[in-house]
């Protein structure tokens, strides 16, 4: 009985080991990229929204160290993240009988620059974009707006690492 426990943990080391450095949020990492960086998003949008930019760049820092095992790094990571806020809109997406929004849509767009110095195959050029729906009754300010934001980018930070890490 031993002797098998012991096979099946051999054989699930080598499975685990075998396939670079793997993370099972599904970020699969070549065991040469130990570190990253994600440089300033500047927002072009239209509607600027003062500190998205930052707040942006948090979101994604920490999502990376969050889901991988790889250093931050301020220059030179193995693996850099890059681009510019290029949508910020607010639009009304259903209306009422009297002529009025009954509910609006957040919107941000980001465009990313992906760069893989040990493997440039991978380096890509992509938008990313997702919303937030509120009641057209509702500003967007305060407690809206940080939820907004917050599912906004958990949902865009999400398909980065997703394209740019999983290698679906």
Same mark, same amino acid.
């Not at 099946?8 to 450095?21: F, N, Q």
């Not at 040469?32 to 072009?44: A, G, L, R, S």
């Not at 942006?56 to 220059?75: C, G, H």
């Given at each position: 009985?031993?002797?098998?426990?012991?096979?099946?943990? &051999?054989?699930?080391?080598?499975?685990?080991?075998?396939? !670079?450095? %793997?993370?099972?949020? !599904?970020?699969? &990492?070549?065991?040469?990229?130990?570190?990253?960086?994600?440089?300033?998003?500047?927002?072009?949008?239209?509607?600027?929204?003062?500190?998205?930019?930052?707040?942006?760049?948090?979101?994604?820092?920490?999502?990376?160290?969050?889901?991988?095992?790889?250093?931050?790094?301020?220059?030179?990571?193995?693996?850099?993240?890059?681009?510019?806020?290029?949508?910020?809109? &607010?639009?009304?997406?259903?209306?009422?009988?009297?002529?009025?929004?009954?509910?609006?849509?957040?919107?941000? !767009?980001?465009?990313?620059?992906? %760069?893989?110095?040990?493997?440039?195959?991978?380096?890509?050029?992509?938008?990313?974009?997702?919303? %937030?729906? %509120?009641? !057209?009754?509702?500003?967007?300010?305060?407690?809206?707006?940080?939820?907004?934001?917050?599912?906004?980018?958990?949902?865009?930070?999400?398909? &980065?690492?997703?394209?740019?890490?999983?290698?679906?």
């Amino acid at each position: 009985m031993r002797k098998i426990a012991f096979l099946i943990l &051999i054989l699930i080391s080598i499975t685990l080991t075998s396939c !670079g450095i %793997y993370s099972f949020t !599904g970020a699969s &990492i070549s065991s040469d990229i130990k570190t990253f960086q994600v440089n300033y998003f500047q927002n072009n949008a239209p509607l600027i929204e003062p500190g998205l930019e930052r707040d942006f760049k948090i979101a994604l820092e920490e999502l990376v160290l969050n889901q991988t095992k790889l250093d931050l790094v301020k220059s030179n990571g193995d693996i850099v993240y890059e681009g510019e806020i290029v949508e910020y809109r &607010i639009s009304p997406t259903t209306a009422t009988s009297d002529n009025t929004a009954a509910q609006n849509r957040l919107t941000i !767009g980001v465009k990313v620059h992906f %760069y893989n110095k040990n493997e440039p195959d991978t380096e890509f050029d992509q938008r990313f974009s997702f919303f %937030y729906d %509120y009641p !057209g009754s509702a500003q967007l300010v305060g407690s809206i707006k940080t939820a907004a934001h917050e599912e906004i980018f958990e949902r865009i930070t999400q398909d &980065i690492i997703n394209q740019s890490l999983a290698n679906w």
